[in-house]
């Protein structure tokens, strides 16, 4: 299974750009990387998926390197209620399908 | 096209009694995820089920706790005797198919008490 890892947390101020950093060092050939938000008391909401390079959506960009041992989602202009957790996760397989969440990095965005 | 669903959003159980939670998947998907919160935690897999069929309940403890999928209605997750270490919140989440990138889409969690 990939594992991954993350800050634990980070501090920002509104408007600023975030980039979240994960380390997959054993991401296997198949697999892709997404990222999910979560608020306070609720479930985890997809933000971004990719497999390599950069993409994009209205949300966020994630970028990943060539070996894709890592990828940094960037949240452009944060605002107050983009404080969150965030999961990075790395898709595996192993007879099943499970899905492996870390602990997360929270962000805090300031006023 | 509704959400995912879970219910009840909270549930209180004394020490010994069954807890039984619901989830509807999202219009169309087939397959469905159970994972388990802890305060300041992050989610912990428990189980994955196709309609009828349990695909991975490696997360799952052995003892007490079961999944199922039925043809028709809801998944439930069922948690016999529960114990007060069983007080966190559940949260399902389904996906239309099981391919490479697996998005899920997560319901909004039922948060379990055990007095």
């Known amino acids: 299974l990939a594992k991954t890892t993350q800050p634990i947390s980070m501090d920002s101020y509104e408007g600023q750009e975030v980039n979240i950093t994960c380390s997959h060092n054993n991401i296997a050939t198949n697999d892709y990387i997404t990222w999910y938000q979560q608020f306070p008391s609720q479930g985890p909401r997809f933000i971004i998926q990719g497999y390599k390079t950069k993409v994009t959506n209205e949300v966020a960009s994630l970028f990943i390197p060539a070996d894709r041992k890592s990828s940094t989602l960037s949240l452009p202009r944060v605002s107050l209620s983009d404080t969150a957790v965030y999961y990075c996760?790395?898709?595996?397989?192993?007879?099943?399908?499970?899905?492996?969440f870390g602990a997360g990095t929270r962000l805090f965005v300031k006023a | 096209n509704a959400g995912v669903m879970q219910n009840p959003r909270h549930l209180v159980r004394r020490r010994g009694q069954e807890a039984r939670l619901r989830c509807s998947p999202m219009k169309g998907h087939s397959h469905v995820y159970w994972y388990r919160q802890l305060p300041e935690e992050g989610l912990k897999f428990m189980v994955y089920l196709q309609k009828e069929n349990i695909i991975d309940e490696s997360g799952m403890p052995k003892e007490r706790f079961s999944a199922e999928f039925p043809k028709e209605g809801p998944s439930i997750l069922r948690i016999q005797q529960v114990v007060r270490g069983d007080s966190a919140a559940y949260f399902c989440?389904?996906?239309?198919?099981?391919?490479?990138?697996?998005?899920?889409?997560f319901g909004p969690g039922t948060r379990l008490l055990v007095l």
């Open positions: 996760l790395v898709g595996a397989r192993e007879g099943g399908f499970k899905t492996i």
């Open positions: 989440a389904s996906s239309p198919l099981r391919d490479r990138g697996e998005t899920q889409y």
